[in-house]
């Protein structure tokens, strides 16, 4: 009777780790080889481009993951450090977030790097009108009047910030310049008869709501005519009470 030629239990175990032990080796070596994956859980998908990752980040903000959007353009901005259009991405992510220092400093980098880049520079302002600093929203607004000087809306821009800020001087001069450049904007003109009445300008308070009535009915606009009339009528009013009586109706304490 021949002799067994089968291995014992042990040896056979020995060899089967060993051949474990073999394939393990070569997946290491394969993983480390491909190198520059996207994410270590998935190492088949290589790394994005620094585009692919900002158009991924602006689907991310669009359904509100903001911190994943920002992570994105952080991995982009690793890649460019000076791509101006991911740190204008990164500020208006910031700014969707409600994180308005951050918005403001990623505004700030873009114009480091391009100070005339008008969108940038329009983003700051809105963040600054945002948290109600009303005057550095007015000079960002004014820095791209200088290239923009027929633009009507960035002068209503402008005007809204002074008058909040109560600069009714700059207010009543950029109205002026939305009615120059626009005659019909019917919004100016009942802007500015307010801007009028705060500064106790009768006359030309009533001569821009005339203006704005008889544009509101050309336009059709009731709620502009309506508006018009009703502050018409206050002031026609205001104006017929003497110095003491207009404080006593509009100073505390009201009598």
């Known amino acids: 009777m021949k002799p067994s030629t089968r291995k014992p239990p042990a040896e056979q175990r020995a060899r089967s780790h060993s051949r474990l032990a073999g394939v393990l080796i070569l997946l290491a070596v394969a993983v480390v080889g491909c190198g520059g994956k996207e994410e270590a859980g998935d190492g088949a998908r290589p790394a994005l481009s620094p585009k692919a990752l900002m158009e991924r980040a602006a689907e991310r903000e ?116 939305v009615i120059e450049l626009v005659p019909d904007y019917v919004q100016a003109h009942l802007n500015l008869a307010s801007v009028y009445e705060r500064q106790k300008k009768w006359d030309l308070a009533m001569r821009e709501l005339d203006l704005a009535i008889k544009l509101g009915r050309e336009k059709n606009d009731e709620q502009a005519i309506a508006i018009a009339e009703r502050k018409l009528k206050f002031i026609q009013g205001r104006e017929s009470m003497t110095a003491e009586e207009l404080d006593r109706k509009t100073q505390p304490p009201f009598n």
């Open 62 to 177: 669009r359904v509100g993951a903001y911190a994943e959007a920002i992570e994105d353009l952080q991995k982009a901005l690793q890649a460019e450090p000076e791509n101006t259009d991911a740190h204008e991405q990164v500020a208006r992510v910031y700014d969707a977030w409600d994180k308005r220092e951050e918005a403001i400093a990623a505004y700030q980098k873009v114009l480091g790097l391009k100070p005339g880049r008008e969108s940038a520079r329009m983003g700051l302002a809105a963040v600054y009108s945002r948290q109600t600093r009303n005057l550095l929203a007015a000079s960002e607004y004014l820095k791209v009047a200088k290239t923009r000087p027929g633009d009507a809306e960035l002068h209503f821009k402008i005007a809204l910030e002074y008058w909040y800020a109560q600069n009714l001087l700059e207010t009543v001069r950029h109205y002026q310049k």
